[in-house]
T-cell receptor, first 118, second 115 residues
Framework: AQSVTQLDSQVPVFEEAPVELRCNYSSSVSVYLFWYVQYPNQGLQLLLKYLSGSTLVKGINGFEAEFNKSQTSFHLRKPSVHISDTAEYFCAVSDVYAGGTSYGKLTFGQGTILTVHP | KAGVTQTPRYLIKTRGQQVTLSCSPISGHRSVSWYQQTPGQGLQFLFEYFSETQRNKGNFPGRFSGRQFSNSRSEMNVSTLELGDSALYLC??????????????FGPGTRLTVL
């Protein structure tokens, strides 16, 4: 992928409210798309992924995302957030080459810090 | 299955020294990728190893190197450390199956501080 843009660096939201974290990418080849979450002092945990097929993908903890090829977007949504969702969220893209291989490289956005207030 | 493990978790070095970080992938995974995470540059790809061969490389100077062993465990080495090398270094593993999409699973990272 040439680049990944997460449009919001910080998103504050109240508990039980819906949330959308936005992600756009640019690439000259086909891509696989991912959302990861990072809690303080931890590694990245996979939330969900789009590899092919249905453009609406569901992940862990009630998150879902929709792949929009024409708009080159992969926005993450959750209908009702909890305090425990407070974390940093990363959108990532891997280019797909001949044979479906990605050669192990993910290109990440700059991250969105989601803060859920009581 | 056990997850990706990285050792050590924390490391403090001084400028000019060298450092070696270790990563043990999930059992059965043959691909190991390394990333550097800093507040300013975010998450950046360093390199990827598959079956003991470097298959892909990011845009980092030659001071950053790595290797992979026959059991898929990987090490990365940074020589002549600079203050700017202070970062969280993340390792990720994936099956690396030919022709199949790969999903990377990350370890907890090694926090390197260069003084």
């Amino acid at each position: 992928a040439q680049s990944v843009t997460q449009l919001d660096s910080q998103v504050p939201v109240f508990e039980e409210a819906p949330v959308e974290l936005r992600c756009n990418y640019s690439s000259s080849v086909s891509v696989y798309l991912f959302w990861y979450v990072q809690y303080p002092n931890q590694g990245l945990q996979l939330l969900l992924k789009y590899l092919s097929g249905s453009t609406l993908v569901k992940g862990i903890n009630g998150f879902e995302a929709e792949f929009n090829k024409s708009q080159t977007s992969f926005h993450l949504r959750k209908p009702s957030v909890h305090i425990s969702d407070t974390a940093e969220y990363f959108c990532a893209v891997s280019d797909v080459y001949a044979g479906g291989t990605s050669y192990g490289k993910l290109t990440f956005g700059q991250g969105t810090i989601l803060t859920v207030h009581p | 299955k056990a997850g990706v493990t990285q050792t050590p978790r924390y490391l403090i070095k001084t400028r000019g020294q060298q450092v070696t970080l270790s990563c043990s992938p999930i059992s059965g995974h043959r691909s190991v990728s390394w990333y550097q995470q800093t507040p300013g540059q975010g998450l950046q790809f360093l390199f990827e190893y598959f079956s003991e061969t470097q298959r892909n490389k990011g845009n980092f100077p030659g001071r950053f190197s790595g290797r992979q062993f026959s059991n898929s465990r990987s090490e990365m080495n940074v020589s002549t450390l600079e203050l700017g090398d202070s970062a969280l270094y993340l390792c990720a593993s994936s099956p690396g199956l030919r022709g199949a999409p790969d999903t990377q699973y990350f370890g907890p990272g090694t926090r390197l501080t260069v003084l």
